[in-house]
């Protein structure tokens, strides 16, 4: 239990040392998903958030995290969206026997996924999302639920002080715009795995790997890949 407390100390440090400001919500987010991974072991990670009123995967570690949740969002039940409604924690050790959400395990199950953990986020008293982690090979314990419940809670405080846009009735237009980054992130996902014979995941790591390398916005480096391969093959002429 030190060591994941030793983790989630750790994983607050880096988190409070991230600059932030009101264009890097998503890029900002995606730190929380990724510290969060390493906080609890996690394989990775994706944070459920209101969009337009609708619920959506807004960031993830990985390109899979969102295929996953799409069965809940049609349903509109799951333990992601079960953890934002009830701001409780919800926990599956084995989507081959979870009987609660049975669609949602059963896709969970078809990504290679063996458990699951949802944590609220919440920002002054009100509910704003939940934070979803995946794992691969084995459940999740007690201690992972103490270590991801202390990390989600500090790292909105965090959050806050950096002066994010937590406020909820401001939230919806950041996360839109957060969306629109998504857009042209999957452009250069498809650039590179054209370019690389990349699968969607890999192709996805190296745009996180070069932001975080870089310190620069995940959008941007994005869109530098977009804006080059668009340079390079020319002006399209109508035939």
Excluded: K
């Amino acid at each position: 239990m030190a060591d994941g407390l030793a983790a989630v100390a750790s994983g607050l440090r880096v988190l409070s040392g991230f600059f932030v400001d009101e264009g890097t919500l998503g890029d900002t987010l995606l730190r929380v998903a990724g510290l969060a991974c390493e906080v609890t072991s996690a394989d990775m990670a994706g944070i459920t958030l209101l969009v337009d009123g609708e619920p959506a995967t807004g960031v993830f570690t990985d390109a899979e995290a969102p295929q996953i949740d799409a069965a809940q969002y049609e349903m509109g039940d799951g333990p992601c969206l079960a953890a934002f409604r009830d701001q409780r924690v919800y926990r599956i050790d084995s989507t081959g026997a979870e009987d609660r959400w049975p669609a949602f395990a059963r896709d969970a199950a078809a990504h290679g996924v063996t458990a699951t953990l949802s944590v609220p986020l919440a920002a002054r008293g009100e509910g704003v999302g939940a934070l979803n982690l995946y794992s691969r090979t084995a459940a999740f314990s007690d201690d992972h639920v103490r270590q991801a419940e202390a990390f989600a809670a500090q790292a909105v405080i965090v959050l806050a002080n950096a002066q994010v846009y937590w406020d909820a009735r401001q939230l919806g237009e950041n996360l839109r715009q957060a969306m629109r980054s998504r857009a042209v992130i999957d452009q250069a996902i498809g650039i590179l795995m054209a370019d690389g014979g990349r699968r969607p995941d890999e192709a996805f790591q190296l745009l996180v790997r070069t932001s975080q390398r870089e310190n620069r916005r995940l959008r941007d480096v994005a869109g530098e890949i977009v804006a080059r391969t668009s340079e390079r093959r020319g002006p399209t002429v109508p035939g």
